[in-house]
């Protein structure tokens, strides 16, 4: 299978209807697609109805196609929502349109343009796994799971309020209607969840009854004589226990991208940070590159950073002068690095307009590009109370969160905490045993020839930075928590000779006595994923995102997703093989399955 999952093949016809060429069927009616859809699924589902007294309601849909049925839904979601509910939309696509064709086919319904306008920028990326957008202003969040039906669902773990069922025609599009994916529906919906479909053909209808849906005939649309509501079990548990307050320790860019995560959901966060001037803190250095981890093979880790990736880059370009997204040069340093960067450009797992191969040693990743840290963390935590004071405990009281400060005073109570400080996670939680310290020196300096237009990467790497040259970095065992480790010009050294591996031109013109330089600690772990969940063992309404190692820039936005729904009870944005490998209690399981204790 390719690592690339395929296009849509479509063709529109002289009136201006949408097929799929595959399927020999239209995208949705020929009458109207938006009256059906807000026929066929929206009163099929009972909305607006069914959301109304919801903090947050889960729709779960079956073809995403141009995406008609979710901004019909958009539509509807804004005209109803009630203040400060949260809607998601989980989406599976198996043949990604491209955004110039659903564009196109939204122009037949002019009066829902501005919701196009957004949803047409911020379309999905042709990848496999789960991918998730925001539009916070709405309160709309939607989750693209691009990948084969069945198993696209199989990886999830949510519980569905209602389904659109919008394959196309079940004779001629099968694998959206098979048992499997009937099974798959009944174990993602939420008791009473109803389900709409345009379809009343046999295997819809036995498939749904055989797990459990009663089913309902209603006049279908246009020339369907016929459609199909159904629902699962009887009333919908009402009720929905969402925090309102939130302790945030750390301002890095961990703590701060859990900051806006909650913010997003109307939750009211309190951050402390003892660095508040970023002196000392990873998350401090003056230029972070945003860039892919791939992988070869289809792991749960590949799916993971591809998936963080795209998360990231969602989310900085939304960020202005924040994001420089001038593209990013991966470079091969032997000839093992080189096999893999042409394996990669051979067989991607990013569409062309993430990657190209601009020569056989080397790999371009077109979006990525440089962040300026300082911005990205004001522009995270607007709208958090900040208190730069450092937090010695946390306590869970009568079901209240107390965090305390140097002096034992209580500093703040909140529904729940959540532990982000990097290295001084350790003081937190056991959790921190398993993670280890890496200092890390930055360089920069003048050099006598043109700087690179993009950063160059691989192993080490650099960037232009005003009118210098940055590179970097070093990698230190290092107590996690030690002092800040020092600027040395050992460390310069060891950066301008790891930057001969991947620019030697420019290596050769740095004069050492005049670069200066950054030193922090990177928090890692024994394998290389971040740490991030709830922390049951400690109590309810405790979490921790930890562990960011050399790629926090790139990883804490999807991180933050995760902690934040898990925190809400709602839809986590990653599959549930992927979660697991991110959890807070892997390493004590494998470790209790090895029979060995955990590390002093
Ligand atoms: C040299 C170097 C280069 C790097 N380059 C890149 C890169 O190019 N791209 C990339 O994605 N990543 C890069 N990284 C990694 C990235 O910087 C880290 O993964 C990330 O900054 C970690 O963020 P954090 O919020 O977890 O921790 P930190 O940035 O360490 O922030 C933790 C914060 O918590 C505060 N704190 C700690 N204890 C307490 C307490 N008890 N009370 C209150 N506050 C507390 C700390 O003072 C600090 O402000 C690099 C790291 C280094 C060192
Ligand atoms: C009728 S169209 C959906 C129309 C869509 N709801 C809209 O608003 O435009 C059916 C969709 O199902 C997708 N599809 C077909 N077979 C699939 C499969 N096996 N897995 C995932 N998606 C599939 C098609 O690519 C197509 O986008």
């Given at each position: 299978m390719s690592r690339l999952p395929p296009l849509a093949n479509t063709h529109i016809d002289d009136s201006g209807m949408i097929h799929g060429d595959d399927f020999n069927d239209t995208y949705f009616s020929r009458e109207n697609g938006l009256d059906e859809s807000r026929l066929v699924f929206l009163q099929g589902c009972g909305l607006p109805q069914a959301w109304a007294g919801r903090s947050h309601f889960v729709i779960g849909e079956l073809g995403f196609g141009t995406g008609l049925n979710v901004l019909a839904t958009w539509d509807l979601w804004k005209k109803t929502r009630q203040d400060g509910a949260i809607l998601h939309i989980i989406t599976v696509e198996g043949f990604l349109l491209e955004a110039k064709q659903a564009k196109h086919a939204h122009e037949n319904w002019p009066e829902l343009k501005a919701l196009s306008d957004q949803l047409i920028a911020q379309w999905p990326t042709r990848a496999y796994g789960a991918q998730r957008i925001w539009f916070p202003d709405d309160g709309l969040c939607i989750t693209f799971l691009i990948g084969p039906c069945e198993d696209a669902l199989s990886r999830m773990d949510f519980a569905a309020d209602c389904w659109f069922l919008d394959g196309f025609a079940p004779s001629r599009n099968p694998q959206m209607w098979e048992e499997g994916v009937f099974a798959q529906i009944a174990r993602l919906s939420a008791p009473g969840?109803?389900?709409?479909?345009?379809?009343?053909?046999?295997?819809?209808?036995?498939?749904?009854?055989?797990?459990?849906?009663?089913?309902?005939?209603?006049?279908?649309?246009?020339?369907?004589r016929q459609r199909l509501e159904a629902h699962l079990?009887?009333?919908?548990?009402?009720?929905?226990?969402?925090?309102?307050?939130?302790?945030?320790?750390?301002?890095?860019?961990?703590?701060?991208?859990?900051?806006?995560?909650?913010?997003r959901r109307g939750i009211a966060v309190d951050l402390f940070d003892d660095d508040y001037c970023a002196r000392t803190k990873a998350s401090g250095n003056p230029v972070a590159l945003i860039m892919p981890r791939l992988d070869r093979a289809d792991t749960r880790e590949a799916r993971f950073f591809r998936a963080a990736y795209l998360m990231a880059l969602a989310n900085y370009q939304q960020m202005g002068t924040a994001f420089d997204p001038s593209g990013i040069r991966e470079v091969s340093l032997d000839a093992e690095s080189a096999e893999r960067l042409n394996n990669l450009a051979s067989d991607p797992p990013l569409p062309p307009s993430h990657l190209?191969?601009?020569?056989?040693?080397?790999?371009?990743?077109?979006?990525?590009?440089?962040?300026?840290?300082?911005?990205?963390?004001?522009?995270l935590k607007t709208g958090a109370t900040i208190h730069p004071v450092a937090i010695v405990a946390v306590e869970q009281h009568e079901g209240l969160w107390h965090a305390c400060g140097p002096n034992g005073d209580v500093?703040?109570?909140?529904?729940?905490?959540?532990?982000?400080?990097?290295?001084?996670?350790?003081?937190?939680?056991?959790?921190?045993?398993?993670?280890?310290?890496?200092?890390?020196?930055l360089s920069w300096s003048q050099v006598d020839r043109d700087l690179p237009t993009a950063p160059l990467s691989g192993g080490a790497y650099c960037a232009p930075f005003h009118d210098k040259l940055i590179f970097g970095a070093t990698f230190e065992p290092i107590d996690l928590d030690?002092?800040?480790?020092?600027?040395?010009?050992?460390?310069?050294?060891?950066?301008?000779?790891?930057?001969?591996?991947?620019?030697?031109?420019?290596?050769?013109?740095?004069?050492?006595?005049?670069?200066?330089?950054?030193?922090?600690?990177?928090?890692?772990?024994?394998?290389?994923?971040?740490?991030?969940?709830?922390?049951?063992?400690?109590g309810a309404g405790k979490f921790i995102l930890c562990g960011l190692g050399s790629r926090g820039f790139t990883t804490a936005f999807l991180n933050a997703e995760i902690i934040a729904s898990q925190a809400c009870g709602e839809p986590c944005p990653v599959e549930a093989q992927v979660a697991l490998a991110l959890a807070p209690d892997r390493f004590a399981k494998r470790a209790a399955k090895r029979g060995k204790a955990k590390p002093n």
């Open positions: 969840a109803r389900l709409g479909t345009y379809s009343v053909a046999g295997v819809v209808k036995a498939g749904l009854r055989n797990v459990g849906f009663t089913l309902n005939r209603l006049p279908g649309f246009g020339s369907k079990g009887e009333e919908p548990n009402a009720i929905q226990k969402r925090p309102k307050t939130a302790i945030v320790i750390g301002g890095g860019i961990g703590g701060s991208s859990v900051a806006a995560a909650l913010m190209a191969q601009p020569d056989v040693t080397s790999l371009m990743h077109l979006q990525g590009g440089l962040v300026f840290p300082d911005l990205v963390l004001k522009h500093v703040a109570k909140a529904d729940i905490c959540v532990i982000a400080n990097g290295p001084g996670a350790v003081a937190f939680s056991d959790v921190g045993d398993y993670m280890r310290g890496r200092a890390g020196q030690g002092p800040t480790p020092q600027v040395t010009r050992t460390a310069n050294v060891k950066n301008r000779d790891m930057l001969a591996g991947i620019a030697p031109e420019l290596a050769r013109t740095i004069d050492l006595d005049r670069a200066s330089g950054r030193a922090a600690i990177r928090a890692t772990t024994p394998d290389q994923l971040p740490i991030v969940g709830a922390l049951t063992a400690d």
